[in-house]
């Protein structure tokens, strides 16, 4: 999964409550991405960042927040107004190249 | 509109014969064209990519995809496919200009049979 960590591996979220999903890398890329994984439908694009300070909304963005106040991470938060946050959250950076590297996914429950 | 269609959900194997993974695109411009591959609550593991170039590309564990403009398809290939090889395959598309956004298609479960 190449320099890029995912914590925590599990996180469960409450009711009305926001949580947040860490994203570090160190392999010095510029630009980040967040997906989300359910079954059968494959990755659908939440948020993405070309560089530090900077992002867009992906296709998926409501209900979900980002920041990028550091070049090597990017942290997702799961506000309460996402109303089916069950599912499986990939980051991945890319460089100056079309490769996207990912990390190993937080899974996010439900209680 | 950018769209990637993995027209199968599984594929089934056996062990030792070739596999094909079918994926269909449709981008306007040319495309950037990959292939991931993901085992079980892991993260997605890149194989090969086209660019631009030679239409037949090389990538890991043996595997190739054949880049074919006409019918706007990359279908993942394997001479000889390994039990190990079971797992998830994405298909991803990315216009070559405009835009930084990936699309990916819905995965297709390889199952190779011993």
């Known amino acids: 999964d190449g320099g890029i960590t995912q914590s925590p591996k599990y996180l469960f979220r409450k009711e009305g409550q926001n949580v947040t999903l860490s994203c570090e890398q160190n392999?010095?890329?510029?630009?980040m991405y967040w997906y989300r994984q359910d079954p059968g439908q494959g990755l659908r694009l939440i948020y993405y960042?070309?560089?530090?300070?900077?992002?867009q909304k992906g296709d998926i963005a409501e209900g979900y927040s980002v920041s990028r106040e550091k070049k090597e991470s990017f942290p997702l938060t799961v506000t309460s107004a996402q109303k089916n946050p069950t599912a499986f959250y990939l980051c991945?950076?890319?460089?100056?190249?079309?490769?996207?590297?990912f990390g190993p996914g937080t899974r996010l429950l439900v209680l | 509109a950018q769209s990637v269609a993995q027209p199968e959900d599984q594929v089934n194997v056996a062990e030792g014969n070739p596999l094909t993974v079918k994926c269909t695109y449709s981008?306007?411009?040319?495309?950037?064209l990959f292939w991931y591959v993901q085992y079980p609550n892991r993260g997605l593991q890149f194989l090969l990519k086209?660019?631009?170039?030679?239409?037949l590309v090389k990538g890991s564990y043996g595997f190739e995809a054949e880049f074919n403009k006409s019918q706007t398809s990359f279908h993942l290939k394997k001479p000889s496919a390994l039990v190990s090889d079971s797992a998830l395959y994405f298909c991803?598309?990315?216009?070559?200009?405009?835009?930084?956004?990936?699309?990916f298609g819905t995965g297709t479960r390889l199952k190779v049979l011993a």
């Open positions: 086209y660019i631009t170039g030679d239409n």
């Open positions: 960042s070309q560089i530090v300070n900077d992002f």
């Open positions: 991945a950076s890319r460089q100056s190249g079309e490769t996207q590297y």
């Open positions: 991803a598309v990315r216009r070559s200009s405009g835009t930084y956004k990936y699309i």
């Open positions: 392999l010095n890329h510029d630009a």
């Open positions: 981008v306007s411009g040319n495309p950037y």
